[in-house]
């Protein structure tokens, strides 16, 4: 079962907005796409992996804390008494090894070996297991989720795992004891107690409230939109339409994301969708899904 679903990222989902809202350097550019591709890859993983989700324990995007330093894992996978640390790559193109170095086949650049975050993974694994009580076998595997990835010199008895590879990884995974399940359960919900929501590391540009790009963007193109009808707004860009409420409570949510730290007030609502002529249109759907503090001008809104 997937005991811990995956979730889409908080520092995703702001990049994605500030990637809208505001001019992103080159290097910031690359990390918000390596974002997305790797996001898309882990659902593409959790997709192939629900076969076998009644007959293994699963827990996706840990991000775990040992001996004070931080480690995420991708998958944990647990069966048949046995962890399996599962990290997914999305490395597209020819790549090689020699020795312990890896490089990129077209320009020569050497890269950060993946095995050595893996094993680092597995050793703080091992000693978190045995502060809660656990000593179990641990199998850690390096999944590439993408057909068009080619890795020349890769050692044979590695635990590297190609796409095409993939099924048949999964497949091992068969129905197994139903008390060997329960006791897995109760490991599952420790580890998962451990998980800690917000990472102490971020990759997020610098940014201010005043220099971000003002107005409703679309869910769909992420262009924002101009077209705002009496009960819909609509894309001029991709044709999609929603409703007027709906959109303006999107575009909270994502001033609340980006500005956790500022209140939601009427005021700051109205400047922030831009395109919503009426302050008591937004006063009026604030006051419908929020409790408001105050009265006065300097009143805000919370959740009910």
Not at 158 to 185: D, M, T, V
Request: a neutral charge.
């Amino acid at each position: 079962m997937f005991y811990k679903p995956r979730f889409e990222p908080k520092e995703l989902r702001m990049m994605r907005h500030l990637n809208t809202r505001m001019k992103l350097n080159e290097k910031e550019v690359k990390n918000y796409l390596t974002m997305e591709k790797g996001y898309e890859d882990e659902k593409k993983f959790d997709e192939m992996s629900i076969n076998i989700s009644e007959q293994c324990t699963i827990l996706n995007d840990l991000l775990l804390e040992n001996s004070n330093s931080v480690f995420q894992i991708d998958s944990l996978f647990i069966y048949d008494g046995t962890i399996h640390i599962i990290n997914i790559k999305n490395f597209e193109g020819d790549y090689m090894i020699d020795g312990e170095k890896w490089f990129i086949v077209a320009n020569k650049k050497e890269i950060s070996n993946p095995f050595l975050q893996l094993n680092r993974s597995e050793s703080l694994m091992r000693r978190l297991l045995k502060e809660i009580g656990y000593n179990m076998p641990i199998k850690t595997h390096l999944v590439f989720m993408n057909p068009d990835f080619i890795l020349y010199q890769a050692p044979l008895n590695s635990s590297i795992i190609f796409y095409s590879q993939l099924n048949r990884f999964l497949n091992q995974f068969k129905p197994g004891n139903a008390h060997q399940h329960e006791k897995h359960l109760v490991l599952a919900e420790k580890v998962a107690s451990l998980h800690m929501k917000d990472s102490p590391y971020s990759n997020l540009p610098e940014y201010n409230y005043e220099q971000l790009v003002k107005g409703i963007t679309c869910p769909m193109c992420f262009t924002f939109i101009s077209d705002v009808g009496k009960e819909k707004i609509t894309c001029n860009r991709c044709g999609f339409q929603e409703d007027f409420e709906s959109a303006i409570l999107r575009s909270i949510e994502e001033y609340r994301l980006l500005f956790p730290e500022r209140r939601v007030t009427t005021e700051d609502i109205w400047e922030w969708c831009k395109v919503i002529n009426s302050r008591k249109t937004i006063r009026r759907i604030l006051k419908g899904n929020f409790k408001r503090i105050g009265h006065s001008s300097s009143s805000h809104f919370i959740d009910i």
